[in-house]
C-alpha cells in the first residue's frame, strides 16, 4: 500500500494557479517500509510497479499518481533505442555506407566544374520557388501632445529597471513589459521612435491621449475588412484607437461578435481576429488604469504576491503597516507629478530620487524573488538587441550571396570570388557566434535551458542548422550558404504573430536535468535532419 503524508505544491511569485512544481511526499508499506518524494519526473521504482506524479486535488488536499507495470517492455524499449542508435553510426561511418559515398563524391565534385554546374542549377530552381467623431482630436494632434511631452531618454533609461510581477509570477523589469505591451498591441518594438519605457511613462502620466492614439493592430496582415466595417474605419487604416470600439452610448461596437466567438471552441480565423482584438483593447485599458503595474512587494504574503497602487486601493490587498501602506496608495501619483514636472522643466531630480526610494523598496521587501542587477541589465540589453530578429535577416542575406558568389565561383574561377567566399564564411562564423551569445543570455535571464517553449524550440533548431551546416561547410560551400538561408527562415518562422517570443517561467515538467538533456538532443537532431534534406 501506498499512504500520502504530504502534498506540497510551489507556485510562481504572486500567482494562484501557475505551479512552479508539485511534490508527494508518501510511505510505502511493505515488509520493509520506506519514505518516497514523487515528483515530476522523480519517479518511484518498486517491484516492477513505477509511480509518476501525475496530477493532484484542486484544493491541494489530495495528489493523483499513474502507476505502471511493464518489466519487459521497458528494457526492450531500450534495448531497442540502443540498437537503432548503434545501427544509425554504423550507416554512417563503417564501411561503404551511402555517407561515405556521399563524401566522396563531393570530393570529386570540386574539379568536375560541368557536375557542379548541374547541381548548382538544380538548386537555384528549387530557391526560385472609423467613421471620425469631429468631436475627438485627431491622430496629429494627439501625436503633437505626445511628442511635446516626451520623458527624458535618460530617465525613462531608469524607470526601465524598476521591476514588475507579471500575471504569471514572473519578475520582469518595465523595459521587458513595457517592449511586450507594445508587441502585443502594434505588432512593434517602438512607437514613432519613441522607445518603450517612454511610451509606458506617456501612458501613466497621459492615459486619455492614449485612449485616442491609433496604436491598436486589429490583424498582422491588415485582411479582416470585417471589423474595420463594423467599427467604422476606413479598410486601409492598419491601427486604431480604444474609442473607435465604442458607440455613443459606450458599447463596444464588437460585442455581439465576441460573444459568437467565444462561443465556439473551434473559431474561425475571422472571429479569433475578433477576439485577438478585444484581448489587445483589454490589456491596453489594463495598461493606462495602472492594474498591471505590480511593483510593490507585500510583506506578509507567503506567496511572494506584489501588489499595484490601484489593487491596494481597491481593498483587494491589506497592510499591517500604515506607513508602508500610504507609500503603496501615494507614491505613484507622486512620483508622476514630479515626471510631468520634469517633462516641463527638464529638472527630474525628485522623480528620480523617488524611483531610488521605489526600487530600493523592492530590493529590501522582495528580496527573495526579485532578479540581481546583472539579471536586470542582461534582460534589458538582450530586449534592446533585438538579437533574433535582426539574425535571420543578416543569415538570409549572407546565405544567398555566398550561394550565388559559389555558383559563379563554377563556371569562372576568380581569385576575387574565392576571397568573397572565404570572407563570407567568416561572416557566418560570426553569425552563428551571435546566435549562442543570444542562446546563452536567454538562458542565463530565464534561468533554464532555452528549449523550453515553441519559440525557444525554433532558435535552437536553427541554431543546430546552422552549427551541422558549418561543420559539413569544409566539404562543401553549397551546404554552408544553404544552412544558413534555412536557419534564417526557422528565424523568420519564430518571429510570426502566432509565436509568443515573451521569456517565460519554466513549467514543472520540463523542470528536469535529464529531461532538458533528453529535449536539446532530440530537438536539436532536427539540424541535421534539415541539412540533410
Do not use: C
Not at 510583506?299 to 499595484?308: M, Q
Not at 524611483?355 to 521587501?365: D, G, P
Amino acid at each position: 500500500a501506498v499512504r500520502l503524508n504530504d502534498f506540497i505544491a510551489e507556485k510562481y511569485p504572486g500567482t494562484e494557479s501557475n505551479y512552479a512544481s508539485f511534490m508527494s511526499r508518501i510511505t510505502v508499506e511493505d515488509t520493509e517500509p520506506f519514505d518516497y518524494d514523487i515528483y515530476m519526473n522523480h519517479v518511484l521504482d518498486h517491484k516492477g510497479y513505477r509511480f509518476f506524479q501525475s496530477s493532484f486535488f484542486p484544493d491541494e488536499s489530495g495528489t493523483v499518481l499513474s502507476v505502471n507495470h511493464d518489466f519487459y517492455g521497458t528494457w526492450i524499449t531500450y534495448i531497442g533505442y540502443f540498437l537503432l542508435y548503434i545501427g544509425l553510426m554504423g550507416l554512417l561511418f563503417f564501411g561503404k555506407t551511402r555517407f561515405k559515398v556521399l563524401a566522396a563524391s563531393l570530393e570529386k565534385l570540386s574539379v568536375k566544374k560541368s557536375s557542379l554546374a548541374a547541381i548548382a542549377l538544380l538548386l537555384s530552381t528549387s530557391f526560385g520557388w472609423s467613421q471620425q467623431n469631429p468631436n475627438l482630436p485627431t491622430q496629429q494632434e494627439v501625436d503633437s501632445i505626445i511628442f511635446e511631452n516626451v520623458v527624458d531618454k535618460q530617465h525613462a533609461e531608469a524607470f526601465a529597471s524598476l521591476v514588475i510581477q507579471d500575471d504569471r509570477g514572473r519578475m520582469k523589469p518595465a523595459h521587458t513589459f513595457a517592449s511586450e505591451l507594445l508587441r502585443k498591441l502594434s505588432f512593434k518594438n517602438d512607437y514613432k521612435g519613441l522607445t518603450p519605457e517612454q511610451v509606458m511613462l506617456s501612458m501613466m502620466l497621459y492615459p486619455g491621449l492614449w485612449y485616442n492614439t491609433e496604436i491598436i493592430a486589429l490583424d498582422k496582415k491588415a485582411q479582416n475588412d470585417s471589423i474595420r466595417e463594423i467599427i467604422g474605419v476606413d479598410k486601409a487604416k492598419r491601427f486604431v484607437k480604444v474609442t473607435d470600439f465604442f458607440d455613443a452610448d459606450g458599447s463596444n461596437k464588437l460585442g455581439p461578435y465576441l460573444q459568437e466567438a467565444y462561443a465556439t471552441s473551434t473559431p474561425n480565423k475571422f472571429q479569433q481576429d475578433f477576439k485577438d482584438a478585444a484581448n489587445r483593447l483589454a490589456l491596453l485599458n489594463r495598461a493606462l488604469s495602472g492594474d498591471v503595474l505590480k511593483i510593490f512587494p507585500v510583506p506578509t504574503d507567503e506567496n511572494n504576491k506584489w501588489t499595484s497602487a490601484l489593487e491596494f486601493r481597491s481593498g483587494v490587498i491589506s497592510l499591517s503597516d500604515t506607513l508602508y501602506g500610504s507609500f503603496v496608495a501615494n507614491s505613484v501619483p507622486l512620483y508622476l507629478q514630479y515626471v510631468d514636472k520634469g517633462v516641463r522643466t527638464g529638472d527630474y531630480t525628485q522623480a528620480n530620487q523617488l524611483l531610488t526610494s521605489l526600487k530600493r523598496s523592492q530590493q529590501q521587501l522582495g528580496y527573495e524573488v526579485i532578479p540581481s542587477e546583472s539579471k536586470i541589465t542582461a534582460e534589458i540589453t538582450y530586449n534592446r538587441l533585438d538579437l533574433f530578429n535582426r539574425l535571420y535577416k543578416y543569415d538570409a542575406l549572407i546565405g544567398l550571396l555566398l550561394f550565388f558568389i559559389v555558383v559563379a565561383n563554377i563556371y569562372k574561377r576568380r581569385k576575387s570570388l574565392q576571397v568573397s567566399i572565404a570572407a563570407l564564411k567568416v561572416i557566418i562564423y560570426v553569425l552563428f557566434a551571435l546566435h549562442t551569445a543570444g542562446l546563452l543570455m536567454r538562458w542565463y535571464i530565464s534561468g533554464h535551458a532555452p528549449w523550453s517553449d515553441a519559440y525557444e524550440s525554433i532558435l535552437y533548431v536553427s541554431w543546430a542548422t546552422l552549427g551541422i551546416g558549418l561543420a559539413l561547410g569544409r566539404k562543401s560551400d553549397f551546404t554552408m550558404a544553404s544552412s544558413t538561408f534555412v536557419a534564417s527562415m526557422l528565424l523568420w518562422i519564430a518571429h510570426q504573430n502566432w509565436v509568443d517570443p515573451a521569456v517565460a517561467n519554466l513549467q514543472p515538467v520540463l523542470d528536469s536535468y535529464w529531461l532538458m538533456i533528453h529535449v536539446a538532443v532530440i530537438v536539436g537532431s532536427y539540424g541535421p535532419l534539415t541539412v540533410g534534406m
